[in-house]
């Protein structure tokens, strides 16, 4: 009979060439892109005052409090132990532990309560590196982010909602909004026959004998977080497809009637609710013009699609800083693993995609705190669906190339990976798909010209700066013509016009903001025409130093 050896188990169970989990780092501070862009459009004192958001974003407990929100998922209670029905929704207290910072930290609608110059700058980079922690929880956050804008159609909806929405006090519950210090909003647009095609929706709009209150009848196939306090809902008035706000519980303490049909099962999203509706006696409050409700609401979507390239940029900030993280920390073949010259160009290439999408997300953002300038407001009816179209396209191979980089590592649950992944195609299909957003792009060429003049103008900027961005601007103008001109080919080729105008936007910031290393390989790949997308594909460049850029420093 063998005998047992305390030493041989000991080595058994003896761990080595294990990366460390990555936590202990600051977030912003760590993010190089992202801090030089907030001094860039912002100022020193943005980052500065940022600093305790990365630090608690890139802890222990952060990232254990986004394992659990994801791990159990939110449940669907259609009625309370007596047969009321209450429809609401139960979440682990890990999400309300993100969603109490992410409201403290001013991620939802504080800034446009805050004079600030600088306020939506600030808001960005801190949506951007909270979202690390877990993307989920994002979803809430952005809507009432997102409804302010769209609440400014009506001064009084304005006055009543906007006070709450950006407050900074998370106070989940269903109760009247006077009773609460803070508010969260939803959004509720598409229905099962239209999807994209809001136009096409059946629910029905009744007017009352109350001036501007109407009663909803109908569904909606998607609503964003049904547990919130306030909605805005679109439906068929006599006018045509009008706007709604539609609240949670009513002035005199009554539940609206907002069945809760089931939760969406989904790919990757989990910690977060997503909800079919049946509205049916819904009482709700015109808000702008009967007939004018795309118009309306459009401020909204304008708002989360920016929201859609901050959360894609986050994505891909988190999965690059995991892989980077991951290749300084293991050992392979007699070396590092980021010693290694093929890691070192798949690395770099990630590092390099999510420098190009920070940037793209922080230039848009600024565009927001001077939303008022015609260059600003030119640049972001364009340059939205471009970024939209292109950062959220670019996120599933990027995420996937990532998780790769941590081999069967990066396969396992524990890692959050496999969350990243998942989470990776939602910023594309949420708030317009690819195709709803390149022919955007196409609606706004057509349409508004001076769209496409602030773009030329945009990129103009790094005229002269490099030789292959030069030319790319050039075959873009070239492509424009052609396509303007056989009308037959321009919706097939919208995506093609898109990703390239958004990459030589990208190229264009990089060249002017960037160091020349990040700028020479974004340019080098990126902008020519043989590239087919495939990371680690680099050739030449520095891409030692782009690493070195790019991995966290605990």
Same mark, same amino acid.
């Given at each position: ?5 305390? /030493? ?47 630090? $608690?974003?890139? *802890? ?12 159990? #998922? ?30 403290? #930290? ?76 803070? =508010?969260? =909003? ?7 026959? /239209? ?16 001036? /501007? ?41 009554? !539940? ?21 509706? $049946? ?58 693993? *980021? ?21 793209? /997300? ?18 972001? !009816? ?67 010209? $001076? ?74 790949? !990126? ?25 966290? =420093?605990?």
């Amino acid at each position: 009979m063998g005998t047992s050896n305390p /030493g041989a188990r000991a080595a058994i169970r003896t761990v080595t060439n294990q990366a460390p989990p990555l936590v202990g780092h600051n977030v912003v501070t760590a993010d190089r892109a992202l801090t030089e862009a907030v001094v860039r459009h912002g100022s020193p004192a943005v980052v500065d005052d940022l600093f305790d958001l990365g630090a $608690e974003a890139g *802890s222990a407990d952060a990232r254990e409090h986004g394992r659990l929100a994801n791990e159990h #998922h939110p449940r669907l209670v259609p009625y309370d132990r007596w047969g009321h029905r209450v429809d609401e929704v139960e979440f682990h207290p890990s999400w309300h532990w993100l969603m109490e910072r992410a409201v403290g #930290h001013g991620l939802a609608a504080a800034p446009w309560e805050d004079d600030s110059p600088h306020a939506h700058v600030r808001r960005a980079a801190g949506f951007m590196a909270w979202s690390h922690t877990e993307p989920g929880h994002g979803c809430p956050v952005s809507m009432t982010y997102a409804a302010v804008p769209a609440l400014r159609a009506d001064d009084a909806l304005a006055k009543e909602w906007t006070p709450l929405l950006a407050s900074r006090s998370y106070d989940p519950g269903v109760r009247p909004a006077r009773e609460k210090r803070g =508010a969260l =909003a939803g959004m509720g647009m598409t229905e099962k026959q /239209g999807g994209s095609d809001v136009r096409a929706n059946v629910t029905e709009a009744r007017p009352t004998s109350v001036d /501007g209150e109407y009663t909803l009848h109908g569904h909606k196939w998607f609503t964003s977080a049904p547990m919130n306090d306030v909605f805005l809902v679109l439906a068929q008035a006599a006018g045509g497809v009008t706007c709604f706000v539609v609240p949670r519980v009513l002035p005199d303490g009554t !539940r609206n009637q907002l069945d809760v049909v089931r939760l969406k099962d989904k790919l990757g999203n989990r910690s977060n609710a997503s909800s079919e509706l $049946e509205l049916d006696g819904t009482v709700a409050v015109r808000l702008g013009d009967e007939g004018r409700g795309v118009r309306t609401i459009i401020d909204m979507v304008a708002a989360t699609r920016l929201d859609c390239v901050l959360g894609s940029a986050s994505l891909m900030r988190r999965a690059v800083s995991e892989a980077s993280w991951h290749a300084a920390h293991r050992s392979a073949f007699g070396s590092l693993l *980021s010693e290694k010259p093929l890691m070192q160009n798949v690395l770099a290439d990630l590092a390099v995609e999510s420098e190009a999408a920070t940037v793209l /997300g922080m230039r848009l953002a600024a565009a927001v705190d001077r939303r008022d300038e015609p260059h600003e407001a030119a640049l972001r !009816r364009i340059a939205l669906p471009l970024a939209k179209f292109w950062v959220c396209k670019r996120t599933p191979a990027m995420v996937g190339e990532a998780l790769e980089c941590l081999g069967g590592n990066g396969y396992v649950e524990e890692s959050m990976m496999p969350m990243l992944y998942r989470e990776a195609p939602l910023n594309s299909v949420w708030e317009g798909s690819g195709n709803v957003n390149a022919l955007d792009v196409l609606r706004a060429l057509g349409r508004e010209p $001076e769209a496409l003049d602030a773009w030329i103008t945009e990129v103009g900027l790094a005229r002269g700066g490099d030789v292959r961005l030069d030319r790319a601007v050039d075959d873009v103008l070239a492509l424009l013509g052609t396509l303007l001109g056989d009308p037959t080919q321009l919706e097939v080729q919208a995506r093609r016009l898109a990703g390239r105008m958004a990459a030589v936007l990208q190229g264009s910031l990089l060249v002017r903001f960037a160091p020349p290393e990040v700028a020479d390989v974004f340019c080098a790949s !990126r902008l020519g025409t043989s590239y087919d997308g495939t990371y680690g594909a680099l050739q030449g460049g520095d891409l030692r130093a782009i690493v070195a850029r790019t991995t966290p =420093a605990a």
